[in-house]
């Protein structure tokens, strides 16, 4: 925004106090001046230096109500504090359906600490009368009279709770205006429920919008079912409070279906709710009423300071092109000693930065796959260099946004669930971030381009596309799993044509499947080259068409078991240049840090130091190999299953695993048959165990040692070089158990017999 014709508020004009007296005639002051100063052709207003206490409107529930084409600049050292209150719901500044407007500079602190949840209510003995009018009848007694004005809020959706030491089985309420007579009379209802029995709130007749001066006065009446006495009525204090209980909308800043938006520079702390919030304009009855405007646009929330609020740092819930950076944002749901969390500091989510419309659960007509021409929500949101730290549950959560990239932050502190993004939503970007003692959660089609860890963790979750690469890992892990869409090998019914899997596959009918004969054989008249429509889905079975919702396609065998069957696109998770590491490791305990379930991932040029590392695959596994190039393990061990592993080096210099177990080529477990094959690769002073079935090609061993267990899985090395090695094959009685061919041995023990070991045309150099 421009910023000419700058206005400096005159408090005395405007009756306004700026030593944190008179809310109520400061408040009024404050918009006025705001107003007055828009009339006259001002779009940049000053309020100078002081603390100014504000009010809210007992009719809107908002303090300062902000103008198009108007900056409003708090001065180095303007405070604006809300006066306690009882509103489940408030904005200090509130921006509705407005248009290039900018806050700026100050503080805003809300009311956290004296903030009133419920209030104490007294009762006389007595009734009230069908047409509002008291009486004294003893079987009754009735409230003192409840001022909507005092409390407008909490009251407007009202819980009166049962009362200890008071029989009744119901309530009555009679609502009047301004004040208690037959006249002013606006209704009643003899139907309550008290509370916690009725979660639900009861409202008031007349719920005229932004308007409660027609109908702002209310009696409780409650007839006995066993009498009391005059002490115990004066001693009533019954509790009333709002069935949004948790009072979790206090706002500083509220920005609602508002465009070319700024804030900046501001100090926000101690709101009910959240430091900023984003939503759209207002609730229209008539879905096709709503614009792509009232959603708001073009934002811009930069160099704040946000901290100690009770729910959410910033919550971003239906803007589009928001752009939120250099922010700080900290101990959100905490009390000031940065330790106390409890339901008046803290209420769920606690994050730092919260993305989340909640679209589903309005009737705005938003974009899908279903309707691709829908108003678009929380779509194109940038977080980048901001610092966010010590919130109670987390940092940045992305619940439903798309084309979401974050962006050169730090996050740090404990963080519940990880900074994460919903997999339904696509085009989520992190780049360039840090994670100091928490996690990233890494879903969907999630894209990772440099992150540093410090004693963080990044975690694979739901993954259905993934690529994360240019890592650092320092005192944590990599782990979690890449499964989506693998569903495995069926078995299958010739004559119904049906595939069938002994766990839910969760698919419905339409999903895409594709066939796969890494073992095994597919049926006859089912193609691998061909895409699939699931067709008549049970909860553990199907039959497949070619075309969607169409026929079944005929099969004329149950082809040979091991063939894959699986959605056609699983096993979309690709890792690369990650450094998992630390300075040291005191003992061989088992650490595997880094720690991965794939269905045919692709890993590449991965270093582990210092730390162990286990990549398997399901049980039972009937789909693409999990492809590692590159992997660099230095003084660790590694458990690899259903792998292709290539251009490898694993080296110790500290003592080998007990039983040189170090690195372990499949296992004795018959979940596991798939072959591992392993090429061109290192292995120096340690060693490695082919139990499974294992392939090892143009390798080098330099005083190292390779064992097997007696099974029946097949080893086989060929075309690799033995230096000072040892192979340990003396207790096997499989026949042809392992087989060492086409290799040059150099100073090498080996043990073990034919049948069950075989060599063949290798070169022995001896000792020389």
């Not at 990233?440 to 993934?466: C, E, Y």
């Not at 069957?565 to 040291?584: A, H, M, P, Q």
């Amino acid at each position: 925004m421009s910023d000419q014709a700058a206005y400096l508020i005159e408090l005395d004009r405007f009756h306004i106090n700026n030593a944190g007296l008179n809310a109520s005639e400061t408040t009024k002051g404050i918009n006025d001046a705001i107003a007055w100063a828009k009339s006259e052709g001002f779009i940049h207003v000053i309020l100078s230096r002081g603390i100014y206490s504000v009010r809210l409107d007992p009719n809107t529930l908002i303090a300062i109500q902000m103008q198009s084409g108007i900056h409003l600049e708090l001065a180095k050292g303007c405070v604006i504090k809300l006066e306690g209150n009882s509103s489940p719901n408030y904005s200090i500044i509130e921006m509705r359906g407005i248009k290039k407007a900018k806050v700026s500079g100050g503080q805003l602190i809300g009311d956290k600490k004296e903030h009133v949840y419920e209030i104490a209510v007294k009762f006389v003995r007595g009734g009230v009368n069908a047409d509002g009018t008291l009486n004294n009848d003893p079987n009754s007694i009735r409230s003192e009279v409840i001022d909507r004005y005092a409390n407008p809020g909490l009251l407007a959706n009202f819980r009166l709770w049962s009362i200890p030491g008071v029989s009744a089985t119901s309530y009555r309420f009679y609502q009047y205006r301004d004040t208690i007579s037959a006249s002013t009379l606006v209704g009643s209802r003899t139907n309550g429920v008290f509370a916690p029995a009725s979660a639900g709130g009861r409202g008031w007749f007349l719920a005229e919008e932004n308007d409660i001066s027609n109908n702002n006065k209310m009696i409780f009446a409650i007839p006995l079912t066993s009498p009391l006495t005059d002490s115990q009525i004066n001693d009533i204090r019954a509790k009333v409070d709002n069935s949004f209980f948790t009072h979790e909308s206090g706002y500083g800043i509220g920005l609602f279906g508002s465009n070319q938006i700024e804030i900046n520079k501001m100090e926000i702390s101690d709101c009910t709710g959240d430091g900023i919030f984003t939503g759209y304009e207002k609730y229209l009855l008539d879905p096709s009423l709503y614009t792509q405007e009232q959603m708001g646009q073009d934002l811009l929330i930069h160099d704040c300071h946000i901290h100690h609020c009770r729910r959410q740092g910033i919550s971003i819930c239906a803007s589009n092109d928001t752009h939120i950076y250099r922010n700080k944002i900290h101990h959100i749901g905490y009390d000031d000693d940065g330790v106390t969390t409890n339901f008046r500091n803290g209420t769920p989510p606690m994050f730092g930065i919260d993305i989340e419309s909640m679209y589903s659960e309005t009737n705005i007509p938003y974009k899908s796959a279903e309707r691709p021409n829908g108003l678009e929500l929380n779509y194109r949101i940038h977080v980048e260099d901001n610092y966010i730290y010590s919130n109670v549950r987390g940092h940045f959560v992305n619940a439903d946004g798309t084309n979401i990239v974050v962006d050169g932050n730090t996050f740090e502190g404990n963080n519940v669930g990880g900074v994460s993004s919903n997999p339904n939503f696509p085009n989520v970007k992190y780049v360039n971030n840090s994670f100091n003692g928490c996690e990233l959660w890494v879903q969907g089609d999630n894209f990772v381009n440099g992150a540093v860890f410090q004693k963080g963790n990044l975690k694979l979750l739901d993954v259905r596309g993934a690529v994360v690469q240019n890592c650092q890992i320092k005192d944590g892990m990599v782990y979690g799993s890449s499964v989506y869409g693998y569903l495995g090998s069926p078995t299958v019914n010739t004559a119904a044509g049906t595939f069938t899997f002994k766990t839910a596959h969760g698919l419905g009918n339409g999903a895409q499947v594709s066939f796969e004969q890494w073992i095994g054989k597919i049926p006859t008249g089912i193609s691998v080259d061909k895409l699939y429509y699931t067709v008549n889905v049970t909860s553990l079975g199907f039959q497949v068409s070619e075309t969607l919702g169409g026929a079944p396609v005929t099969i004329k065998d149950a082809g040979t078991p091991g063939f894959n069957l699986s959605r056609y696109n699983y096993g979309r998770c690709f890792l690369s240049n990650i450094t998992v590491e630390r300075d040291w490791r005191s003992d061989n305990a088992l650490t595997p840090n880094f720690n991965m379930l794939a269905a045919g991932a692709v890993i590449d040029n991965i270093t582990i130091k210092n730390y162990d590392l286990s990549l398997l695959v399901p049980a039972d596994y009937a789909g693409r190999p999990t492809v590692v190039s590159g992997l660099t393990l230095i003084e660790g061990s590694a458990r690899f299953e259903g792998c292709h592993i290539s251009n490898s080096e694993f080296m110790r210099a500290k003592t080998p695993l007990l039983g040189s177990t170090d690195i372990q080529l499949g296992s004795s477990d018959t979940k596991y048959m798939r072959q591992i094959t392993l090429r061109n690769g290192l292995f120096q002073s340690l060693g490695l165990v082919m139990d499974g079935n294992a392939v090892v090609t143009g390798t080098t061993f330099i005083n190292a040692s390779v064992g097997k267990a007696d099974n029946a899985k097949k080893a086989i090395i060929a075309h690799s070089y033995f230096d000072n090695s040892k192979l340990n094959f003396n207790w096997l009685r499989q026949n042809q158990s392992v087989t060492v061919a086409k290799s040059v041995f150099k100073g090498i023990t080996i043990t073990g017999t034919t049948p069950y070991i075989r060599l063949e045309d290798n070169t022995d150099l001896g000792t020389a």
